[in-house]
Structure formats: structure tokens, C-alpha cells
């Protein structure tokens, strides 16, 4: 069956693992691991098996050269592009802000504004990220994308037991109060927001955080099989799969593995410590299946799924090239 391809929500592929990905296609298929039970499966990405990939990035620079190789080879995507403008401290790793500018437009440019979603997320509040440093922020970031993105998607940063205690080493390492608002503090703030992308052409929306909507404010599908429809004419039917609680999301698969971005974002729920992730993308091999892994773990894994599909009577033809 076809599926939405996420890649990823878990790592930046687009800026780190290029390669690896493009292996994957030429293979035909790719390994992941459910981070929650550890679960190991196969997936095909034979164009036929993909109905679009979902590129997630804070930096597509790298991967610009790959997508016109990964188009004539017949696959769609789009892209869920990050850029926050928060500063170095919060993402001590990122190329720069004005690298990931000049590649949105690139990207705006080959394809068309409505391929991209401009996410400006997470929104963190602290004494050196306050209200007045996410308008002038903001404004300005919305002033140099008019006319490249139609859409900006926000949300307030989740303190997720990992990213908690994350946030905790940083205010003590660092001297940074980090600020949970109250609701009054983002519905103003977020009220502002929609009005200064509004004035430069862009809709809002809120991802995860429904209390937010308005007239104003839309609710977000990152992963939204009616916009995969509206820029391909896929046909296909969709439904929601929210990934945590008001989630708007339409069902994917993400390919992605945690402890593997090394842009040292200090707000990731998808890392418990950019150290690790660091180390595993230094190491990392291009040629295994499974992303982050050894070759012989990768290996190893395969025909433990193909054991296991056997057992249980399935027959695929995935595995007459694995």
C-alpha cells in the first residue's frame, strides 16, 4: 500500500544524511525502529510504494542538489522548513539563518511557496527570548519570506520529561530563565503574530495547541493529506493519525531515528543528549538500512523482519530485493 514518507520529525535528514537517503532510494527501501517499543520494520520506497515524502529541515542547503535527482526519479514531496531566529545558545549548531533564507526561497523558487511550510517552532519564552524579541523577530522573518510561504505554523514549546531536563542543565550552565507562559501571554502574543504575517500574506497556524484558534489563527497539519492532494492530485484516501494530543496530522511514516541530529537545539524532545547525537552522527555509515546503526545491526535486523513476516503468513514482495 503507498504511504506518506516523513523525513523526518525524528532527525534532519535533509542536512545530514543526504546520502544515506539517497542510498535508500537506490536500494528501494528502508529500516526504522519504533522508538517507543523498539520495533524493528522494512519499508518500501519504490516510487510506486510513495505517495510523497514530507522533508522536515532547518537547513535544506545541502539537499537542494539531490531533490531535482529524487523528482526525475518520479517521486512528490514537500517541505516543513524551521526557521525560528532564535539565538545561537538555543541552536548552537544551525548553519545560520541566513543560509536556510536563501535556500527556503531556492526552494520557492523550483517548486512554489505552497510546497513549504514555514514552521517557527518552538516558540520559547525566556528573559533573553521575551514577547518584544518574538515581534521584532518575527516581523522580520516574515518581511524577508512575503511572497515565498503562504503558511508559518507556531508552537509554544512542550516540556516534555527529556526537554525539561534539558532546560534545566541550560538555565544552569548558561544564567537563561526560561518562562512557561500563561494562556493570556500566547493568545496576545499569538494574536500579534497572525497580524504581522497577515500584513506580509502568510496564514498562521497552530500545531498541538487548539486553545490558540481563532479567526485569526487556523489549525496546523504538518502531515496534511488534503494539500498532498491539492499539489499532486493523489486520489488517495487519508485520514488523521495525530502524533501527540491536537495533533492534525494525516497517517505517515517517519523513517527518521532519535539521538542522531547534531544542531543542538536545547528545546529537541527527539535527543536525551546532543552529545550522543553528536558522537552517532559523526560515526554514522551511510550504507546500513536502519539510520544511526551499524551495518551488521542493520543486517541483522532485516532478516529478523523477514523471519518474522514469514511466521506470520505475510508474502511481500518488498523482501524479493532485500
Not at 4 to 21: E, L
Not at 30 to 35: D, I, L, Q, S, T
Not at 211 to 232: D, M, N, P, Q, T
Not at 254 to 277: L, S, V
Amino acid at each position: 500500500m503507498p504511504r506518506i514518507i516523513s523525513v523526518s520529525r525524528r532527525t534532519d535528514i535533509p542536512a545530514f544524511y543526504g546520502d544515506w537517503f539517497m542510498n535508500r532510494l537506490k536500494e528501494g527501501f528502508a529500516g526504522y525502529v519504533n522508538p517507543f517499543g523498539g520495533q524493528k520494520y522494512i519499508l518500501s520506497l519504490k516510487p510506486e510504494d510513495v505517495i510523497c515524502f514530507v522533508f522536515w529541515s532547518k537547513n535544506f542547503k545541502p539537499f537542494l542538489e539531490k531533490l531535482g535527482i529524487i523528482e526525475d526519479s518520479g517521486y512528490k514531496f514537500y517541505f516543513n522548513y524551521t526557521i525560528t531566529g532564535l539565538p545561537d545558545l538555543f541552536e548552537c549548531n544551525l548553519a545560520g539563518k541566513e543560509i536556510a533564507i536563501e535556500a527556503l526561497k531556492e526552494l520557492g523558487s523550483l517548486y512554489s511557496p505552497n510546497h513549504i511550510n514555514w514552521r517557527y517552532d518552538p516558540i520559547i519564552i525566556s528573559d533573553s527570548t521575551d514577547y518584544d524579541f518574538h515581534i521584532k523577530n518575527f516581523e522580520a522573518l516574515a518581511s524577508e519570506l512575503e511572497g515565498h510561504v503562504e503558511r508559518c505554523i507556531i508552537s509554544y514549546v512542550m516540556l516534555y520529561g527529556k526537554v525539561k531536563r534539558n532546560f534545566d542543565r541550560f538555565q544552569r550552565g548558561n544564567g537563561v530563565k526560561i518562562i512557561d507562559p500563561d494562556i493570556n501571554f500566547r493568545l496576545k502574543l499569538t494574536s500579534e503574530l497572525a497580524d504581522i504575517a497577515e500584513k506580509h500574506g502568510i496564514k498562521l497556524l497552530s500545531c498541538c495547541g487548539d486553545y490558540l484558534l481563532s479567526r485569526k489563527v487556523g489549525k496546523a497539519h504538518c502531515i496534511e493529506g488534503a494539500l498532498i492532494e491539492e499539489l499532486f492530485s493523489a486520489g488517495f484516501q487519508h485520514y488523521e493519525k495525530p502524533t501527540r494530543r491536537e495533533c492534525g496530522c494525516t497517517y505517515s511514516v517517519d523513517i527518521g531515528a532519535y539521538d542522531t541530529c547534531p544542531h543542538g537545539c536545547i528545546y529537541c524532545y527527539a535527543n536525551m543528549n546532543k552529545d550522543i547525537a553528536e558522537a552517532r552522527f559523526r560515526g554514522h555509515d551511510k550504507n546500513p538500512a536502519f539510520l544511526g546503526y551499524t551495518k551488521a545491526e542493520s543486517d541483522e535486523w532485516i532478516e529478523e523482519v523477514k523471519k518474522r513476516e514469514k511466521s506470520a503468513g505475510f508474502s511481500s514482495t518488498l523482501f524479493d530485493f532485500v
